[in-house]
């Protein structure tokens, strides 16, 4: 099969790269570029667990072509921590034990951070229906939002706790 | 928290705490290594050709298109496959039929339900493989289809297997006591038929494999729970030693009984790669999972109850009707009877009788799924409860609390010869009762009822079985496990005075390697970042057993508390011999080896390590080293409880169920570590409320998967959901040294009961006093116009 060139930044790092022009942008992440943290569990755009920003955006990589992000600049779970400190949501997620098998985690936290980008100080009704597109079996969700709203207020230093609404 | 009885802990406290979880810092930052993050040198791709037929003969598969591909390297049928024996069944019950079909890596002559594999393709890039699948041309010759099960019991059913003339795959029973007396001195009998439907697992991380033949040398990495029980399978079923198949459960990401099994892409992929010589890689796709990794529950429940007027319970008796599947992979008819071991649930029954009937129909097996077996005895007792409470008019909760088995703190043996280990089932529904007031929502019902909103509360009182298992009750002379019930540990000081454990147990997203680290670093005076966890990987530590059943901390926890202890023990005699002081005064203090009374006089663990590893100065006859084993093998099982609520609001217009509330209060025994036993109670809770209020794995008549997709079968979604409150009363096992019972499952057990008891609350003022899961929109509303005598 013919291939084409795709020119992307990812995690500020440059690649080009030849692909065929069906490949799934999870799976240059993944095959090519050896990111392994984004991954993929259903074919149907359900599960959010390849969540990743392309141009600052959440996107779920599984239904995003390669071709689609020529140009962009792409971000990963691997971009998110700034040399050895975590991410506010990464100290919150181990904090708060927002996750166990840690496989939808990845896309969760790319998908909370977007949501973070947009609502910097959401209630619990927002982060639960801003996390509506990313399934995770293990936790209930429960400690996910409880970390997503705590990451919120780290981010948000001085702001006093936002309060929570009835669920 | 209110206990019993503060547990025995030694060394540092760490057990306990709820310490953050070390397991973490590598999956938060997306260096997790799961299976498919895993990739070998030559890795080839397999795709499965699947059947879109529920059930045909094979007429002719030609498989030369598929070959002439670029890149395609092989495509394998049934004929080609020379595997000495078709995939393991693993129950053999004495005294006890069972009519087991052949189950074959690759169908043989017919399929016998959608996705059954008819050929394996082999090829060098994961898209060509699929691609080369579609070109495998195979002529099927439909054959009649049966996908009900009590259907499939009627003489002149279409049979799934024509060998054995009946879809009956075997009966089993427990009983005791005398049920006929029971019956006859009953002032009110009533009688239930509840449907527990067909879920799904619903890992997030699909299965996969990743095989190499390197050698004479297997290597098998697997998104399995039973890493150990899959390489002996691989072993006798490819014909290779044990000794030269190494088994890696790498990362797992999830798998709730689903990766509980012998898998035929397993045992196929390894098959090829010692063909082809060259690793080969299979990745679940999410629409496969959903066809081909085993479903869950699937029964029919008919309950039939005596009782007195007073609410005494004088007779219980249960028939299930198993919906088994089409094939019985590793434990498939033996999860119906787990129901029948907690038919008693928290109550004095004096007569309790389950009957079995596992049967065939055409679809996927069934298997372990979260809780297996225990979720439908709890469902069908609680929600059976409260239907007794209704037709005697009488308050729910002193229904229960009339037959709640009083507090005991050593064996209770029911009627049905099962010993409860220790229970105070007051205790805990007290607890709750801090938390939730049923008058105050009743009144706040009454506010809501004029905004078309009914508000309701539901209850479940429970006890389960697990700490799986003692192997002279579950194995092969009792129960027809062909198995034991024990689990290994190792736990190995290192000259520099770190540790490492090596645990039979294989998590996959518990927490073992905190939890179990805190049990160890207490009992040898370190801390838990000096202990580093070994799992999942069949080449590093002794035979074990694998996670299943919250089996894990009861039985892979306890082994690894007796292993500390031995290795404490010997520290001890290392350090009275350098100090010159008596064995039997030497203790754990501080991070130290002590003489008693004398605490300026001691040895932290890392001198003890130097002083075993460069053995100049041990005692008289002492081996050097510091490590040490333990085969644990529990004599009882464990049956933790607790007692849960829900609140809910029905919108009688739309049918919609929304949870507002839902409080959890459970015994697990002393906690290790809080932190990981809520996680645990928030996931169970939440699979229960997925399964009674949103999924369901659906057939149709032709035996199609309905429900096939993400898009189909409906996960609980964050948007959906409350956070949870949970509570624990802490009532030690009397069974292990470290008073623990088991979590994992135990929300999964007493949730779907709580909310369908909820719904059923809310809805009893629009004249609805019975509906089976799942209660989505749709079926409440129709039960809502039903009790209206309107259209359905």
Redesign the interface.
Known sequence: MSTVPVRLTVNGQQHEVEVEPRLLLVHLLRDRLALTGTHVGCDTTNCGACTVHLDGEAVKSCTVLAVQADGAEVKTIEGMADGEKLHPLQEAFWNDHGLQCGYCTPGMIMAAADLLNRNPNPTEAEVRKGLEGNLCRCTGYHNIVKAVLDAAKAQQGTTAPQEVSAP | MSTTEAPATSGNGHVGRAM??K???R????????V??I?LVGQLWAAWVRSPEAHAKIVSIDTSAAKARDGIVAVFTHEDLDIESALPMAWVPPGVDVNTPEHWVLAKGEVKHVGDPVALVIGDD??AVVDAAEDVLVEYDPLPVVTDPEAALESGSPLVHEQFGTNKICEWSLGGGDLDAGFAEADVVIERRIVNHRIA??????RGVLAEWRGDRLTVWSSTQVPHFLRLFLSMLLGIGEDRVRVVAP??????GSKLNIYAEEIGCAWAATKLNRPIKW?E???EGLMVTHHGRDQIDKVKVGAKRDGTITAWHTTIIADCGAYQTLLTPMIPPLSAFVMCGVYKTPAVQTDVIDVMTNKFPTDAIRGAGRPEATHLIEVTMDQLADELGMDRLELRRKNFIPPFNEAHETPIGVAYDSGNYEMALDRLLQHIDPAEVRSQAEGLRSEGIYRGIGFCTYTEICGNAPSRIVGPGGFGLQGGGWESATVRVHASGTATLYTGTSP????HETGFAQIVADRLGIDPSQVDVIHGDTQTGPFGLDTYGSRSLAVGGEAAARAAKKVADKAKAIVAHQLEADPADIELQDGKFIVRGSPEKGMALADVAGAAYVPENLPEGMEPGLDEQSFYDPDNFVFPFGAHACVVDVDAETGKVD???YVAVDDCGPAINP??I??QV??????ALGQALFEQIHYDEAGQLVTG???DYA?P???E????ETDRTETPSPVNSLGVKGVGEA?TIAGSATVTNAVIDALRPLGVTYIDMPLTPMRVWQAINEAKGGPQ
């Open positions: 953050r979880r397991e973490d810092p999956l938060i930052t997306g260096r997790g290594s799961y498919d993050d990739s994961r898209y697992g619903g890992a997030i991380e699909p990362e797992v990401g999830g798998a709730f990745i796709t999410r629409s996959h997203g518990q927490g949870v507002v509330r932190l990981l809520d996680g928030h996931g169970g809770i939440t699979h997709s993400f898009v996960l979604t964050a948007a959901l409350p956070s949870f929300g």
